[in-house]
Each structure stands twice: as structure tokens, then as C-alpha cells.
């Protein structure tokens, strides 16, 4: 009788001990599915945030009027000019969805933005920067907007991501710098050959990039100036002449 009852408590023993593996190998597997989702979830910024960024590069680089990229793949070969530019080194999958499907934000038939197609929760409730504040409320990965606009098209301006200036006063003072980055057919420009051409663009754009570089840490004014002081220098290269100073803002 008293070996049954020992065989009974053993019995009982095996079950509690079993229950508590499953209990702990339930929680293990949970932790490891709300880690997984949080990396996810980081993976989700940097990719939204390179492509917000090479919308952005992709309006200030405009040769005439600032202009958003009708396709994602525009990002990619930006043949505007007669170099080619690479605002982004490839379109990113979404990480929510292991697809590159993203949502795009349209304004006028452009992208503006992307967000992701996921439904889900975010975790991440803190510690955004400064622009993408707005995703600390967002109720869903959807409301992840990455856009470089002063707000999304429609009334679609929860968890938007804003790029300081780029759609207001820095694109102004880009469209400001326009008439002086274009040539004049009237003027007095001698014919250049095409290898001078293409390095007088090339310096052209690398004088923009410098330039839409400083936009999160220059004034509207800075800014006009020195897309403004570009133009001097692309006429210069073209007489083959000595190049003014680009007009970049002193360091703080």
C-alpha cells in the first residue's frame, strides 16, 4: 500500500514538473516572438527612414522646380540630369511583411511617403527622434508614415514622419535657387564639349548634395544662399574660369 502511494505522489510529481516546463517554455516562446517583433520593428525604421531620406535627396536635387519621384524605382536611377544619381541603394523590404509592398503616399500622383501594410501592435511606444514623434500614438504599423511632406494628403496625418523643411521652406528655397542653377539660352556662355559638360553638372550636383545635406542644421536664408552660390560656380566651370566659393553656412 505504501509503494502505490509513493508511486502516486511520483506520478503527480512528473505532471506539476511538466506543467511547470510547459509554462516556462510557453513564456520563453513568447519572449522570443515580442524580441523577434521588436527587432522587426527597428528594422521597419531604418528601412522607412532610407527611403523617406532618398525621397527627400530626390526633391532637393531637383535640376529645375523640386519635384517628388513618380515611382520608387525612380529612387534607385534618378536620370534627371546627365549624371545618374543613386538616392537609394535598393528598395527595402518591409519587415512586417518580408515583401517589398509598401503603401505609398501620394500627393498629385508623387510619392511623398510609404508606410507599411502590417496591422499589427507596435511595442515601441518611446524613444523616437524629434520627426517621427507622431509614431509614438500610432495605434497600428500602418500609421508608420515616412514622408517628406508638411502632412500627408486626404486628412492621413497620424504617425506621419516629417523631414524638417523639405516640403515647405527648404523645398522654397531649393525652387528659389532654380532660375540661377538653370542656364540662359541668351547668354553669353561659349559652347562647351561634352566631357566639360559632364563635369560641370558633376560638380552641379555635388554642390546641391552639399547643400540639401545642411538642411537639418541651417536656416531657410543659409540654405537659399547656398543653392544660390551653386549657380556662379556651374557658369564658371562652363567659361573655365576660377570658381567662387560655395556659400556654406559657418559651423556652430
Not at 117 to 145: C, H, I, K, N, S
Not at 177 to 191: I, K, R, T, W
Not at 209 to 219: G, I, N, V
Not at 221 to 226: D, E, K, N, S
Request: aromatic share 8%; proline share 8%; net charge positive.
Amino acid at each position: 500500500m505504501r509503494r502505490g502511494r509513493c508511486a502516486g505522489f511520483t506520478y503527480v510529481g512528473v505532471l506539476v514538473l511538466v506543467a511547470l516546463l510547459g509554462f516556462v517554455l510557453a513564456g520563453a516562446g513568447q519572449a522570443w516572438r515580442h524580441q523577434a517583433q521588436r527587432e522587426r520593428e527597428t528594422e521597419l525604421l531604418f528601412a522607412g527612414t532610407q527611403i523617406r531620406a532618398a525621397i527627400a535627396s530626390y526633391l532637393a536635387n531637383s535640376p529645375g522646380a523640386p519635384e517628388y519621384p513618380p515611382t520608387l524605382e525612380a529612387l534607385l536611377e534618378d536620370r534627371r540630369l546627365p549624371v545618374v544619381r543613386r538616392h537609394l541603394r535598393r528598395i527595402y523590404a518591409d519587415p512586417m511583411t518580408g515583401r517589398a509592398d509598401w503603401e505609398l503616399v501620394l500627393a498629385a500622383g508623387r510619392i511623398i511617403g510609404v508606410h507599411s501594410r502590417a496591422q499589427g501592435v507596435p511595442f515601441r511606444r518611446a524613444g523616437f527622434d524629434t520627426e517621427l514623434a507622431d509614431f509614438a500614438a500610432a495605434a497600428t504599423y500602418r500609421d508608420w508614415r515616412f514622408v517628406v511632406a508638411g502632412g500627408a494628403p486626404g486628412g492621413q496625418g497620424a504617425g506621419r514622419a516629417v523631414v524638417p523643411d523639405a516640403g515647405g521652406a527648404f523645398a522654397q528655397a531649393a525652387q528659389a535657387a532654380a532660375p540661377v542653377l538653370s542656364e540662359d539660352p541668351g547668354s553669353a556662355v561659349p559652347p562647351r564639349a561634352k566631357d566639360a559638360d559632364t563635369r560641370c553638372e558633376t560638380q552641379r550636383l555635388s554642390d546641391l548634395q552639399r547643400c540639401s545635406a545642411l538642411r537639418d542644421m541651417a536656416t531657410t536664408a543659409a540654405l537659399t544662399r547656398c543653392f544660390a552660390s551653386s549657380g556662379p560656380r556651374f557658369a564658371a566651370c562652363s567659361r573655365a574660369a576660377t570658381l567662387p566659393p560655395l556659400q556654406l553656412p559657418p559651423d556652430p
